[in-house]
């Protein structure tokens, strides 16, 4: 294994004690949401956790997390439409396709992580 020049071994710890400080800030966050007074070894875990995946981890959270409230709320709109007389054509439509696009999205977003 070759070893790094002096700028590449001052790169590198220029960016080891970045992510050290955006560690400690997460954690900080982390803690200050969980009414804790000091980060525990947990919290230090998640906010690793939450740096690696980046913003696209936080996206497909966020997708999985839409996809499912959307697929929770039509399909008791679809319950209700389909049980109310006389039968609501547009509501059964809507509230179909609405179903089948928030399961997709919470499907994408959970395949994704």
Known sequence: M???SPK???EAERQVNEFIRELLNESARIARHRAADEASPEHIAEAAAHI???SAGRLTQVLSTVGGIITGAASAALVTFIT???IN???VIVSTGSTIV???MAT???VWR
């Open 84 to 86: 109310i007389q006389p």
């Open 8 to 10: 590449g071994k001052e």
């Open 108 to 110: 994408v977003g959970l």
């Open 2 to 4: 070759r070893t790094p």
């Open 102 to 104: 928030g399961a997709i």
């Open 89 to 91: 054509q547009w509501g």
């Open 52 to 54: 690696y995946a980046g």
